[in-house]
């Protein structure tokens, strides 16, 4: 409620509580859609969970939370809203998709994130065959591939790092939430409407390294 009322100051926002990381939840989150809009135009998989620990004590549970939100979440809400973007989308302006991943599936992690690094690998991949897979019906599927950026899952990282992350990053700083938002926007605009099956990095050069 309290982003949605911050958002609102932009625009209708509408608050939808769903737990993604089960199937049922986001077919709930899908009918809730359903129930409000005739056609979804663009569907964003932001929500993302993380864990980290030694290699020794990695705990089996933070495999089950991280996938099954990461992945998992990715590909049910994204099947079960294939529905309502098939209903938006119209020739030369196809419905999207825009899966958010993350340069640490592009690239060895600094940190031991076993059970993120792997599902965002995942994620990108899946971004690559749900493209193929979602063209015809005119959807095109495009994954994001951040690198640090100022939000709450990055918070204790940049308290602990922050110099030296900014130090590897070759455009020498941490991102700014308008460089995510330009990449999104291009994607869901008619400027990206020939673009599908993509993974683009926005990390100020990390991943070349």
């Known amino acids: 409620d309290r982003a949605a009322a911050e958002l609102s100051a932009h625009g209708t926002c509408t608050p939808i509580a769903a737990d993604l990381g089960t199937e049922a939840g986001a077919r709930a989150l899908t009918e809730a859609i359903a129930a409000r809009e005739q056609a ?14 030694p290699l020794e004590e990695y705990p089996d549970s933070a495999w089950d939370k991280v996938l099954a939100l990461n992945v998992k979440g990715v ?9 309502l973007l098939e209903k938006a989308a ?4 196809p419905a ?22 792997a599902s965002k690998a995942a994620v990108h991949h899946m971004t690559r065959v749900l493209a193929m897979r979602l063209a015809g019906q005119g959807i095109t599927v495009n994954a994001v591939a951040p690198g640090p950026f100022e939000s709450k899952m990055m918070a204790a990282t940049l308290d602990r790092f922050r110099d030296s992350i900014v130090g590897s990053c070759p455009l020498g700083r941490i991102g700014e939430p308008e460089d995510m938002a330009g990449v999104a926007i291009y994607l869901a605009s008619r400027a990206g409407a020939y673009v599908t099956g993509a993974v683009i990095p926005v990390d100020g050069g990390i991943s070349t390294r």
Do not use: M, Q
């Open 40 to 53: 979804l135009h663009v569907l964003v998989n932001n929500a993302g969970a993380n864990w980290g620990a």
């Open 75 to 83: 590909f049910h809400l994204t099947r079960s809203c294939v529905p």
């Open 90 to 93: 119209k020739p030369g302006d």
């Open 96 to 117: 999207r998709v825009i899966n958010i991943g993350s340069i640490d599936g592009l690239r060895v992690p600094l940190l031991e994130t076993y059970a993120y690094s």
